[in-house]
């Protein structure tokens, strides 16, 4: 099942916390920086809740234990469905996105919902991934004159290789880092 930016990042804030309301929800990505990775504002958050309730991947319920002025706020849980497509839909965007894919920014903080073994494989499978989308841009900037291009065309191959060889850099880097981590934890 296909979810958007936004339900993945409600789906890994409601399975972290619990239990958590949308006030809460709303606080938690304001504090986070989650709307520097995703096109997410207060309205996109009760939409984006009311879609995952339709799907089934969430159930909620009015919180009675509330006091004081205003309406009971409604709680929501992650259903054992909603674990799946979130641990899927992670490993898939830790995997297969491109360079510029804030999809891939999202996943990331979904890491602690998975093993190391999926998260290093999840590594992998992007850097051959994104391996083979160069190659495809070399391909197709060779078979149209490559340096015989005018330099604005040139400029429109040479971006997203640089950025993808940053990114496979990148990628490296996660890895030894994530591994050393998970190490030291299994130390101490």
Known sequence: MEITNVELMLLQIIYEQKKVSGYEINQLIKER?????GDIGTTSIYVGLKK????QLVNSYLDERKQGKG?????????????????????????????????FDLALAGIPFLTTEEV??????????????AKNINKKFESQGGSRLPFHVQALFKHPLLLIKNE??????????????????EEG
């Not at 920086?33 to 990775?37: A, I, L, Q, S, V």
């Not at 290093?120 to 051959?128: G, L, P, S």
Request: glycine share 2%; no cysteine.
């Open 33 to 37: 920086g989650y709307r520097d990775w």
């Open 52 to 55: 995952l309730s339709e799907k």
């Open 71 to 103: 309406p009971m706020p409604r709680k929501f849980k992650v259903t054992d469905n909603g674990v799946k497509i979130l641990k899927q839909n992670t490993l898939e965007s830790l995997s297969s996105s491109r360079e510029r894919d804030n999809r």
């Open 120 to 133: 290093v494989a999840a590594f992998q499978k992007r850097k051959e991934f994104l391996s083979e989308v």
């Open 168 to 185: 496979i850099e990148f990628m490296d880097i996660l890895i030894t880092d994530f591994l050393k981590k998970n190490d030291d934890k």
